[in-house]
């Protein structure tokens, strides 16, 4: 059963795809349902994903599909008839919580600059302490020995060296964006993955460019 939040969430995201089939951004959700911050919008989203209304395409910036509707709205909601309650604020930002921007799944082929933004979401102050930070999703197992599983969210601290044995952003030949754990060998780097099905690559250091090094980790279970 959803709350009336999520409800009212999910028919406005119904109703602007009906409108001219693009999601609202998530500052459109924030000032439709009179929050005071859109990591209350990302909990919405979330909790709507885990009870499957909605999906997420990735890789796209507002990229929202609308899987099912409450039972009571089960057919397409009529254009123009919708129109919900949207008076109620919600609390104060959270204190213990910081935003920061997760900047899509680490893939091949992809530098971190060059990844779009989709959204902020909201992290454990705890978890972030000087620095820039900002969000990844994993794409594969290469270290899941490491406990990072697919589809994990990590945060990162972005930097540009780290020491032997960290985890680390690594972006090789300026292509290729990976998580491993960084060796320094003499003129060489070594980038080790956490699954003994994959082999430990060496590159020439002036071929690895470091972008950040493994803070944090979070999982919905």
Known sequence: MLTKKQRDLLLFINERLHENGVAPSFDEMKDALNLKSKSGIHRLIGALEERQFIRRLPNRARALEILRLPDSEEHAVPDNLFKPDFGHKEAATDPNTVDIPLHGRIAAGTPIEALEQYENIPVPAAMVGFGTHYALE??????????????????????????????????????EATLKTLYKKGPD?????????????????????????????????
């Open 189 to 221: 780097v070594a980038l080790k993955p956490s699954n003994r099905n994959y082999e430990t690559q060496t590159y020439p250091a002036n071929r690895v460019r470091i972008q950040g090094r493994l803070v944090g980790l979070l999982r919905q279970y």
């Open 138 to 175: 994993i794409d594969g197992d290469s270290m899941m020995e490491a406990g990072i599983l697919d589809g994990d969210t990590i945060v990162v601290q972005r930097c540009d060296s780290a020491e032997n044995g960290t985890i680390v952003v690594a972006l090789i030949n300026e292509e």
